[in-house]
């Protein structure tokens, strides 16, 4: 298992974008242009969760992260993730609600002294894949010290050796700013990606999406991509994306992103509608 949650360097963001192919409103350079967003041609749903049956999470499909609970979770984050507690991951209304609550499960086994509960659902030993297009319909929680995600990591267990792609991440206290990034053995834990301004991310459902090629990474919003992250050939340092990952969806509060916590703020959430899983067949 890696040995930190996504994070990123806001400067180390700004001093990428051009080179990277995304990021900001700027174009990237002609020879790096970012190919059209949507479901590419071709492409059939190949895994998919419509959260279209009330109660916990469909356990066929998602299983929780909690093993950093007692150790305290990476990047100095706050919460507790709590597995299968409705109060925090349930299916209400055709959506899955992850629900972060200002309160101490000090009663838990594995309770490592924390204030926030929240949830963290991942397909590890469900469903992984290799290649693809994902899409993640969500609407994201505001406040300061949210840091909701939606990522991959690979099921290798090494990071970031084995790779990770954020498809969303955002904090609450911006919360019109949504980014995208791409941690690789070689780019370490800042990443490289981009970001897009999305005023109404709190309000609104928005369809996040990765185009995964073994020629490139592309992470797109509302069927228009905006970043790349293109396959150097140079070796598993820079591309260990030719096997397979898993996707993560989790509600962190506070750390190193989060920052300060606004304690009125609770409870929080974030809704998810669907997540879509497609793959071109053959390869």
Known sequence: MKTLQPWFSAALLGACMSACGGGGDS????????PSGGLPAGYTLAWADEFDTEGLPDPAKWAYDTERNKAGWYNNELQYYAAA??????????????????????????????QYTSARLI?????????????VKAKLPCGAGTWPAIWTLGTGGAWPDDGEIDLMEQVGSNPARVFGTVHTKLSGGPGTGGERNVPDACSAFHRYQLTWTPERLVIGLDDVNYYQYLNPKTGAAAWPFDNPQYLLLNLAIGGTLGGAVDNAIFPVQMEVDYVRVYQKPGG
């Open 123 to 135: 397909t590890r030993g469900k469903a992984s894949w290799t290649y693809g297009f994902i899409e």
């Open 27 to 34: 174009a990237p350079p002609p020879n790096l242009a970012v």
């Open 85 to 114: 507690r409705p109060e925090n991951s349930q299916v209400s209304g055709g959506r899955l609600i992850i629900t972060a609550r200002k309160e101490a499960l000090s009663s838990a086994a594995d309770y490592g002294g924390q």
